[in-house]
């Protein structure tokens, strides 16, 4: 648990049930908890540069899954804006004086890159800023198409100024010099900025709500100091470009931090909702709590064991990423191996302990619903999960980019990855001239993401095992990741589906004793605010709800809700 957030995480800034709020003060209230957060971390330019351990300990940070628009603005803020920012700040007063504004929240910082017509294909963008003759820069959103899109950035007004990374081609005496990141500010915190239209998205559905918005530049004049790069031409477009989002990188392995911590306050809520939700035996007539059920423990165990075996994942993960020797374009294929398995994992997994609670699994208040749903957009922010996958699975399978080896070449999981490897390079070596060739992609494109994620499983396992993680555990983990793909572990690993669901119960037997002592051990209950948890918090929960009597008064004592009425029942 961190203890920077955990006082926080218990005030009513979080604590207190939102879903009666009108939208607008929703997304007001996910602004003001993300500036909370930021100001208990106080990150320096330091930190977002040089990856330090605080920044790396707010990505995983339980309190941000608590709300995730809070997270997104969080990541867009310190991440995207100001870690840009950060770059371009030496030799340039300019740059660095807005850079401290970030950092204090004088300013909100956001991002625009993606455009409504280029998304994963950000490198043929069509916004424009072109060098007038008095030096300074006409911005210009030339078609409709060009809009800067939803994910990237919530630019409508706020309450505080917002200055946006906008990423456009910069063309120079009718010259195209590539793509190039621009400092503009979007609005005063009430107003837009002169020739600057912010159209605002209705609500994604289940999430927590954030302002998404269509931005247009129309001829938005900007000073030359706006442009944070060089205004050459650089001798490789496609390098310049990766190099200039360098940031999302960073971004794609912090949403795999939080992916564990959602994960770990999922298997909090169900597991301690399982031990105090009790039913009466047919047999016996006895009361039994449903975690004595296998079909509760199967979720509940499963996911305690993913989410303790993913931590040392990350970690592992995380000597590399920060590694200034390594590669590049390495330190991008782990981020996105962390991302691709993580965020599915903490998707399947929340849709199965939800629905192991029955109706209270569908409600807001437990938490439960609203992560899967905040995953939901996790998963395309940062680089698409699907995206992501196919790049570099493929970069993988031809050697482009080569991982460090398994480091126990023998276990089930390592021997899938390479089965799966040695498949795919077959099929390419002896069918194909060239992985570009449309029948190899016809084939290889569908087993990217499993591929990736049979990777995640493998450099997973080996970091518990290396952690010195418990073999009860690592048992469970194991049998869980084997159903992902029960027919290889059949055809090819020589375990029938009996023998492979034997070894399951037989894992979940050993690990059921130390349920109690294992979800102490996650470390996040200050952070699960979910009613279904102790009689304690269901009886607050019920005495907050609004109340109807025959008096017909509704009685509301939330301090976030709109002021109470007077109705009258109607016979």
């Given at each position: 648990m961190s203890s920077r957030t955990s006082l926080l995480a218990q005030s009513p800034l979080f604590q207190d049930v939102s879903g009666h709020l009108p939208h607008k003060k929703r997304i007001q209230l996910s602004y003001e908890r993300a500036v909370a957060i930021g100001r208990a971390y106080q990150l320096t330019a330091e930190d977002i540069l040089n990856g330090t351990p605080k920044f790396w300990e707010l990505q995983s940070d339980p309190?941000?899954?608590?709300?995730?628009?809070?997270?997104?603005?969080?990541?867009?803020?310190?991440?995207?804006?100001?870690?840009?920012?950060?770059?371009?700040?030496?030799?340039?007063?300019?740059?660095?004086?807005?850079?401290?504004?970030?950092?204090?929240?004088?300013?909100?910082?956001?991002?625009?890159?993606?455009?409504?017509?280029?998304?994963?294909?950000?490198?043929?963008?069509?916004?424009?800023?072109?060098?007038?003759?008095?030096?300074?820069?006409?911005?210009?959103?030339?078609?409709?198409?060009?809009?800067?899109?939803?994910?990237?950035?919530?630019?409508?007004?706020?309450?505080?100024?917002?200055?946006?990374?906008?990423?456009?081609?910069?063309?120079?005496?009718?010259?195209?010099?590539?793509?190039?990141?621009?400092?503009?500010?979007?609005?005063?915190?009430?107003?837009?900025?002169?020739?600057?239209?912010?159209?605002?998205?209705?609500?994604?559905?289940?999430?927590?709500?954030?302002?998404?918005?269509?931005?247009?530049?129309?001829?938005?004049?900007?000073?030359?100091?706006?442009?944070?790069?060089?205004?050459?031409?650089?001798?490789?477009?496609?390098?310049?470009?990766?190099?200039?989002?360098?940031?999302?990188?960073?971004?794609?392995?912090?949403?795999?931090?939080?992916?564990?911590?959602?994960?770990?306050?999922?298997?909090?809520?169900?597991?301690?909702?399982?031990?105090?939700?009790?039913?009466?035996?047919?047999?016996?007539?006895?009361?039994?709590?449903?975690?004595?059920?296998?079909?509760?423990?199967?979720?509940?165990?499963?996911?305690?064991?993913?989410?303790?075996?993913?931590?040392?994942?990350?970690?592992?993960?995380?000597?590399?990423?920060?590694?200034?020797?390594?590669?590049?374009?390495?330190?991008?294929?782990?981020?996105?191996?962390?991302?691709?398995?993580?965020?599915?994992?903490?998707?399947?997994?929340?849709?199965?302990?939800?629905?192991?609670?029955?109706?209270?699994?569908?409600?807001?208040?437990?938490?439960?619903?609203?992560?899967?749903?905040?995953?939901?957009?996790?998963a395309i922010a940062e680089g698409d999960l699907l995206g992501l996958a196919v790049r570099f699975a493929v970069e993988l399978v031809i050697e482009r980019v080569k991982l460090p080896k398994s480091s126990n070449p023998d276990s089930l999981l390592a021997k899938h990855e390479s089965s799966m490897f040695q498949e795919l390079r077959s099929t390419l070596a002896s069918q194909f001239k060239h992985h570009r060739d449309p029948e190899f992609q016809a084939i290889i494109l569908p087993q990217c993401q499993p591929l990736i994620e049979a990777i995640g499983h493998r450099v997973a396992y080996d970091a518990a095992v290396e952690d010195g993680v418990d073999k009860r555990i690592l048992d469970v983990f194991v049998a869980s990741i084997v159903k992902e793909d029960r027919a290889w572990y059949c055809e090819v690993g020589g375990i029938s589906r009996a023998k492979q669901m034997d070894l399951e119960r037989s894992a979940l037997k050993a690990l059921l004793p130390c349920l109690d002592e294992l979800l102490l051990g996650l470390d996040v209950e200050s952070y699960c605010s979910a009613p279904i948890i102790s009689d304690e918090k269901w009886k607050r929960y019920v005495e907050s709800l609004p109340t109807f009597t025959r008096d017909g008064v509704s009685q509301d004592v939330h301090p976030y809700h709109v002021p109470k009425t007077q109705v009258r029942a109607m016979l």
């Amino acid at each position: 648990m961190s203890s920077r957030t955990s006082l926080l995480a218990q005030s009513p800034l979080f604590q207190d049930v939102s879903g009666h709020l009108p939208h607008k003060k929703r997304i007001q209230l996910s602004y003001e908890r993300a500036v909370a957060i930021g100001r208990a971390y106080q990150l320096t330019a330091e930190d977002i540069l040089n990856g330090t351990p605080k920044f790396w300990e707010l990505q995983s940070d339980p309190i941000l899954p608590m709300d995730g628009a809070a997270a997104s603005l969080l990541s867009l803020h310190y991440n995207l804006c100001a870690g840009t920012f950060a770059r371009y700040a030496t030799g340039r007063p300019d740059v660095a004086a807005t850079l401290q504004r970030l950092l204090k929240f004088q300013l909100f910082g956001q991002f625009c890159l993606t455009e409504l017509a280029h998304g994963l294909d950000a490198r043929n963008l069509e916004t424009t800023a072109t060098l007038l003759s008095d030096g300074s820069i006409d911005l210009h959103t030339p078609f409709e198409r060009a809009a800067k899109y939803v994910h990237m950035p919530p630019s409508s007004p706020c309450g505080i100024p917002t200055m946006a990374v906008v990423f456009a081609r910069l063309v120079v005496n009718g010259e195209d010099r590539g793509i190039k990141p621009f400092g503009v500010l979007l609005h005063d915190g009430y107003t837009m900025s002169e020739g600057i239209t912010s159209k605002l998205f209705p609500p994604r559905g289940g999430s927590i709500p954030l302002d998404h918005c269509l931005t247009y530049f129309n001829h938005v004049r900007l000073p030359a100091t706006a442009l944070l790069a060089s205004p050459e031409r650089d001798l490789d477009d496609r390098a310049a470009f990766f190099d200039s989002i360098s940031r999302v990188a960073v971004g794609t392995m912090s949403i795999a931090g939080m992916a564990v911590s959602a994960m770990k306050m999922g298997t909090y809520i169900v597991g301690r909702y399982s031990q105090r939700r009790k039913v009466t035996d047919a047999f016996t007539g006895a009361q039994r709590p449903i975690i004595s059920f296998t079909t509760q423990q199967l979720p509940v165990l499963s996911t305690l064991a993913q989410a303790i075996v993913f931590e040392s994942f990350l970690k592992k993960a995380l000597v590399i990423f920060n590694d200034p020797d390594t590669d590049y374009n390495l330190r991008h294929c782990v981020a996105a191996i962390a991302k691709a398995t993580l965020v599915k994992h903490c998707h399947s997994s929340l849709i199965s302990l939800g629905d192991r609670c029955g109706a209270q699994g569908m409600f807001e208040a437990n938490q439960l619903t609203v992560m899967h749903a905040d995953f939901r957009g996790a998963a395309i922010a940062e680089g698409d999960l699907l995206g992501l996958a196919v790049r570099f699975a493929v970069e993988l399978v031809i050697e482009r980019v080569k991982l460090p080896k398994s480091s126990n070449p023998d276990s089930l999981l390592a021997k899938h990855e390479s089965s799966m490897f040695q498949e795919l390079r077959s099929t390419l070596a002896s069918q194909f001239k060239h992985h570009r060739d449309p029948e190899f992609q016809a084939i290889i494109l569908p087993q990217c993401q499993p591929l990736i994620e049979a990777i995640g499983h493998r450099v997973a396992y080996d970091a518990a095992v290396e952690d010195g993680v418990d073999k009860r555990i690592l048992d469970v983990f194991v049998a869980s990741i084997v159903k992902e793909d029960r027919a290889w572990y059949c055809e090819v690993g020589g375990i029938s589906r009996a023998k492979q669901m034997d070894l399951e119960r037989s894992a979940l037997k050993a690990l059921l004793p130390c349920l109690d002592e294992l979800l102490l051990g996650l470390d996040v209950e200050s952070y699960c605010s979910a009613p279904i948890i102790s009689d304690e918090k269901w009886k607050r929960y019920v005495e907050s709800l609004p109340t109807f009597t025959r008096d017909g008064v509704s009685q509301d004592v939330h301090p976030y809700h709109v002021p109470k009425t007077q109705v009258r029942a109607m016979l």
